[in-house]
Each structure stands twice: as C-alpha cells, then as structure tokens.
C-alpha cells in the first residue's frame, strides 16, 4: 500500500493532466455538434471492427467442429454409396458400380499426431478398435490416399503414413492396365516413386496415379498422386516413375478409414491358394 501510494504521488501530474483531457473531451463532445457526430461515427466504426474481429476469431475455433462434422458426414455418404472412384485433378469422388456396393466402410477420425520430417513417419488417430478400426485398413484424405493403419488401442491407431519407405502401395496409370508399386524414398515430403511399369508403357507428365485395386485394403481408382518426372534406369526394362503426392502430408486433419468387409476372405483364399 506504501508503494502504491508513492506511486500516485511520483506522477500525480501525469494522472490529473489525463483526468483533465478526458474531461476536456467530454465537454468537447457535449457540447460541439460536429465532434459529437465525428465521435459517434468514429466509435461505431471502431465498435464494428472490434465485433467483427471478435466474430471471425469465434468462427475460427467454431471451424474445428464444423470440420469434424463434416468428416463424419463424409464417411457416412461414402458408405452408402458404390466404390468406384472417378477423379478430378486434386480430388476424387464416387460413382456408380452396383458390382461393389457396400463392400468398404468409411470412419471419419482425427489426425491427433503426424510427422513428416522422418525417416520413418506415423499418423496417430484419435478412433481405436472401440471404434471398429483394425490393422490393415486404409486411411485416405479428401485429396486421396493418406496410409495403412498398423495398431490400435481401444481409442487410438496409428497408421504408417505414406511418407515411410516400410510401406509399398500397390499402384497403376489411370486409363491403363500396367500397375507397379509406390514408395517413399524418404527424400522430398511432396513425392514417392513408381516402380515396375515396363518401358514399352505409355507414360506422360502430368497423368494421375491411382490405386491398382490389386491389394485387399484399399478400392481401386484412389487418387495418390500424378506423374512429375519419368525416369528409364540404363539397362533396365523398367521405368523409375516420380509422383507427386496428391495429399499435403504437412496440414492432415481429419481423415477416413476405410474396411473392406470381405478382406479377410480374399486374404484367406489368396493364402489357400499359396498352399
């Protein structure tokens, strides 16, 4: 209280010259019609800014519900729908099959942890086996696909992340029946090769590399990326294709995990064939 006191009496002066301004302005304003009406313009303009600042930082944090709700909308749709996959340049969407009808299931999750400066990168997913989520499905993204779920808990997975070179996905041209495989060869966080398409392949820059339907995790026609360079190793019969990875690895949010019904009776059968 002391210190307090010799505060206010170190700079009493500076206190009463603002006290006196303030008055100074109250009178201004009172009783000059031209400030009162610039003051009163001004301050709604001010007002207005501030509500409007106010505004678009709630309906920023509101944005993270939204996106959830969306993402659950999402999966739900994809769900109901047939499973083949028709693709823009960024984006996929589906279209009628009656061949597959309801043979995948969507879950909408979140991305709760993900790193992409690795050597080897995971995803952390805030759904688990409480959620029906298992090892080997696929996780895909609006813009395609995102990696393979390894492990779960009952309230979390994690999923290896296209971004790791323990995971091939296997891979075609779309409009084209050669297929190979796609990895990470942990170099650029944009980009994965294409390998195993024969050299008498017809290739071109630009055309989109899709999921081959081959494997029992993901549908084919999955947008993963598209063809940025095209390299033919001397000496070999294959071409060392460079994609440019569709998704952005480094702003995953929500995701959706996506089950085959009936994985494991094509794995069955593919392992009773082996034998």
Known sequence: MRNFLRFILKHHFTFLFILFEFVAFILIVSYNQNQRAIYLSSSSRMAGGLFESVNNVELYFALKEVNRELSNENAYLRSQMPTSFKQSKDYFSLVGDSASVHQYKYRAAKVVNNSVRKHFNYITLNKGSKDGIKPDMGVLCNRGVVGIVIKCTDNFSTALSMLNPRLKISAKLKGSDFFGS?????????????????????????DQVITSGYSSTFPEGILIGMVDEINHPEGESFYKIKVKLSPDFSQLSYVEVVENIFQEQQLQLEEESKQ
């Open 182 to 206: 796609v990895s990470w060869d942990a170099r650029s966080t944009q980009y994965v090769i294409l390998d195993e398409i024969p050299e008498h392949a017809f290739v071109n820059l630009g």
